[in-house]
């Protein structure tokens, strides 16, 4: 099976290609196109956040749940938005947070994190399809075992990274992760329903790029666009 996927991810997550939890996630998603199910993001940004974060620059993995459901919001990238979307309310929570915590303006109308990605920050959703206007419709699909295998690798391969943990679901992924080779950061999730209760003052963005500098790495330029 040839998936199209940056050659870095592709060389550590081959073995994963090959299981057969995975052939009966392609088929499934197969599946759901000859149904005519609308699938977002589409095809060819399914693996978008391994395109702009190749294996080898990963220095923070931010872990979001499940794509945008609406008409033109995914594009591969957790909590991300493609320019021209206005950001929605998780998005905007975060951008208040970073204006907090650094001090910086981000822009009201523009929700594109690819800047964020392409210097190393993987925009991981647990679940890298959905069908539209369904939230989770596949979240038993297979994808959460492709997704804990790309945390377990880059636990047991990587050395030093910053994994920020928003509410409960990604916090569940602590487990998979050595604390004794990389650095958690957990706090409530940025949703409106949950921001005021932990996510508001947790300070990630300006501590992750603490414990990058304190290893020699380059921090995060968190300004966009």
């Known amino acids: 099976m040839d998936v199209q996927i940056e050659k870095g991810w592709k060389q550590a997550l081959k073995a994963e290609f090959k299981k057969s939890y995975f052939e009966q996630l392609v088929s499934f998603l197969k599946t759901e196109r000859i149904q005519k199910k609308v699938i977002y993001p589409p095809g060819k940004l399914i693996f978008n956040a391994f395109e702009q974060t190749p294996f080898d620059s990963i220095k923070v993995v931010i872990l979001g749940q499940d794509p945008y459901h609406g008409p033109g919001q995914a594009h591969g990238l957790c909590f ?4 021209g979307i206005q950001p929605p309310p998780s998005l905007i929570n975060i951008f208040k947070e970073i204006e907090s ?40 699909a297979g994808w959460e075992s492709f997704t804990n295998s790309v945390i377990t690798t880059l636990s047991q391969e990587k050395k030093g990274i910053v994994f920020l943990l928003w509410g409960k679901f990604a916090q569940e992924k602590q487990v998979l992760i050595d604390e004794t080779r990389h650095f958690v950061l957990k706090a ?5 329903f949950s921001a005021d209760k932990g ?8 501590k992750t790029n603490e414990l990058l500098i304190q290893q020699g790495i380059e921090p995060i330029d968190w300004k966009l666009p």
């Open 80 to 83: 991300s938005v493609p320019e």
């Open 101 to 140: 915590d650094l001090g910086i303006g981000m822009p009201p109308r523009y929700g594109n994190l690819m800047k964020w990605a392409q210097q190393g920050v993987l925009l991981l959703n647990a679940f890298l399809t959905v069908r539209a206007n369904e939230p989770l419709s596949h979240s038993k």
């Open 188 to 192: 409530a999730h940025p949703s409106p």
């Open 199 to 206: 996510f508001f003052g947790c300070k990630h963005f300006s």
